[in-house]
């Protein structure tokens, strides 16, 4: 094979625990992590040196070079390749844009050479080897500890308010690092979202208190007809809703977009 297509979907952390922190400075975590449809567009392509081309609506301040967790992992598995990248997820946003990425080139490298990813995914970034797979799943330790889970599809609508959120400055602003762990998942057929109802994500507090403009969001996602559940993925900014229908959440996406016009909205469904 001498070109390949992958696809990048954005990853949400549904729900988010901090459960402790290791000697080595790394966070425990106990987090579900679904998938959206929607995300960013890779083709690969053989060749002799390694080339980068971002394009796309969120391609602006995206490194096209040895920064960009593409070439990254085009150098892990170790052959090069020609690569565009059509970004359509805001980068820094909690939605593992550049780590999904990665992913999707392990994935896409595999089907051009024939051979598969012999290497740590872990060692390229905590979310790439939840996004190796690309379906919902338990993450524990720190990345590296995956149960996959078979989750209903959930429309959703997803927002990021175009502003970056320091991952590091939001773990240091996280009051307690040993918070409790997940409790046990829901069983198949049992109800998902009262399940997530009762769970949190640890690090919502301390990015709102960061950004304010994320409780703005929350908010708005609330307000709308329809939501069953907003929250906040990763270390923000992105926040989703869990909505009762796709027709619910392109109504929903629609009015806040006429709303919140600097806005980065995305109506879509998680799985
Ligand atoms: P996570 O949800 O895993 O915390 P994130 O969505 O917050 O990740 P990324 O989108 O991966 O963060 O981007 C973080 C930084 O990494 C960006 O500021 C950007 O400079 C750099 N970066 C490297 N490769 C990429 C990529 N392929 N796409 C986007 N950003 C990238």
């Not at 729900?15 to 579900?32: E, M």
């Not at 559940?229 to 806040?256: H, N, Q, V, W, Y």
Request: glycine share 8%; charged share 15%.
């Amino acid at each position: 094979m001498t070109k390949t297509k992958a696809f990048a979907p954005a990853k949400i952390n549904l729900c988010l625990h901090v459960t402790g922190q290791r000697a080595d400075g790394y966070h425990l975590l106990d987090s579900l992590v679904a998938f959206a449809e929607v995300g960013d567009h890779l083709t690969l392509t053989r060749s002799e040196v390694m080339q980068l081309q971002v394009t796309g609506p969120m391609a602006q301040g995206v490194p096209t070079d040895g920064r960009n967790l593409c070439w990254k992992a085009a150098k892990a598995f170790g052959q090069p390749a020609a690569i565009t990248l059509d970004k359509h997820l805001p980068a820094a946003a909690g939605i593992g844009g550049g780590s999904s990425d990665a992913a999707a080139v392990l994935r896409g490298m595999s089907d051009l050479y024939g051979t598969p990813f012999g290497g740590e995914a872990l060692t390229l970034g905590a979310d790439v080897p939840v996004c190796m797979a690309a379906r919902a799943a338990r993450m524990e330790g720190i990345g590296e500890v995956l149960t996959p889970l078979a989750l209903p599809r959930l429309p959703a609508v997803l927002v990021n308010p175009r502003v970056e959120v320091s991952t590091p400055d939001v773990f240091r602003a996280l009051a307690s690092k040993t918070n409790p762990a997940l409790e046990p998942l829901p069983a198949d057929g049992a109800d998902v979202i009262a399940w997530l109802r009762d769970q949190r994500n640890d690090l919502q507090p301390p990015a709102v208190a960061l950004q304010p403009v994320i409780g703005d969001v929350l908010q708005a996602l609330s307000a709308c007809e329809g939501t069953f559940l907003a929250r906040m993925s990763g270390s923000g900014a992105t926040c989703f809703a869990i909505m009762a229908s796709d027709e619910a959440a392109a109504r929903a996406a629609t009015a806040l977009g006429q709303k919140h016009p600097n806005w980065w909205i995305a109506a879509t469904a998680l799985s």
